[in-house]
């Protein structure tokens, strides 16, 4: 049974780029999210005419899920993971541990901003940006079940990109953040094909991949709560259309408490062509959470799984929220 359609490629940042976020607007961020790659998408959809960009105004539609563009290893191309331990990410490649510099990519720019009532050069700005060439995984899901009938345009916009590259982050009209899309595949996985987690070791090691937005935002509720993964499995099976059954015993081992980020969500709004920005807060990507696993059956492992490779925890999943490596 055909559940996801998983496009899979290599993004190489052919200009320098600054992806900033919330009132930070100096600074910038080691790679584009989701949400970024989902707007410019977005945006492309509307350029070139394609019914499939109703769906990107609704920031709660997950029929598209974007994920982050994560620096791959240089080494082994696999994606560098999020690791935050005593209050400092890190980036590691799972496969070869390997530590990901962000800081050796980073470096300063200034611009000027011009006064178009006054036509002169008001001032001088500086800001950071990834300078450095580096590669990024790009990895877009497409809900089989629901987004079939989005295929042709999300192709259509991928082969754009192909030609064209991608831009995203500040000034990306006066040439900085244009990405080059290198390669990239198409492949549907079936229910049987999905990659089957390993519960026997007794001990589930859940990692936030992405910054990610728990239901609750309440500001004690940023750890990951046993209940917060069987809510998250069911919405899984019920977001493929299976049968929302199982049975899992989940007790928290380790729970880190980190004080959660800051994010800025940009929402497009059609009918006044203008855009809210709407403020949440996440917990931080990086962090692992221990869970003791006492008693499961075959569906908790298939939800688990699915929920691994094809769906995430919380809110906002299509912009990339909620990632979660489980190993
Ligand atoms: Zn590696």
């Known amino acids: 049974m055909d559940i ?14 600054a992806i900033s976020q919330g009132v930070e607007k100096r600074f910038t961020e080691d790679y584009p999210f989701g949400r970024n790659i989902r707007g410019a998408f ?20 997950n029929s598209i899920i ?11 191309l696999e994606p560098y993971l999020p690791d935050l331990k005593n209050s400092t990410l890190k980036y590691i490649c799972a496969k070869c541990n390997q530590e990901y510099l962000a800081v050796k990519s980073r470096s300063r720019t200034s611009a000027v901003r011009l006064d178009r009532t006054m036509n002169s050069v008001n001032n001088f700005f500086n800001f950071n940006v990834i300078f450095r060439p580096n590669l990024y995984r790009f990895k877009v899901l497409l809900n089989m079940k629901k987004g079939e009938k989005l295929l042709e345009d999300l192709l259509t916009i991928i082969l ?19 990405f080059a899309l290198k390669e990239f595949k198409t492949e549907i996985i079936s229910l049987e094909e999905i990659k089957r987690i390993d519960l026997t070791q007794k001990e589930l090691r859940i990692k936030l991949i992405s910054d990610t937005i728990f239901q609750d935002s309440g500001f004690n509720n ?3 709560k046993p209940e917060m993964v069987k809510d998250s499995i069911q919405e899984c099976l019920k977001f493929y259309n299976l049968e929302p059954q199982f049975d899992i015993d989940l007790t928290s081992k380790n729970t880190p408490l980190y004080p959660p980020v800051q994010l800025s969500l940009l929402n497009y709004l ?38 691994t490779q094809g769906f995430g925890i919380g809110r906002y999943i299509g912009l990339g929220q909620g990632e979660i490596y489980i190993g």
């Open 222 to 224: 940023f750890i990951l």
């Open 42 to 61: 977005g945006y492309l959809a509307k350029d070139l005419g394609l019914a499939i960009k109703d769906i990107f105004p609704d920031l709660k539609d």
């Open 4 to 17: 996801i359609l998983q496009i899979k490629g290599i993004l190489e940042n052919k200009s320098s780029f």
């Open 270 to 307: 059609e009918d006044t062509n203008n855009f809210k920005t709407i403020e949440t807060k996440a917990a931080r990507r990086g962090i692992t959470y221990t869970f003791e696993t006492k008693r499961y059956d075959d569906r908790a492992v298939v939800g688990l799984s699915l929920l």
């Open 66 to 76: 974007f994920r982050d563009a994560i620096p791959l290893c240089y080494k082994c």
């Open 160 to 178: 754009f990109i192909q030609e064209n590259g991608l831009f995203m982050g500040r000034r990306h009209a006066k040439g900085l953040g244009h």
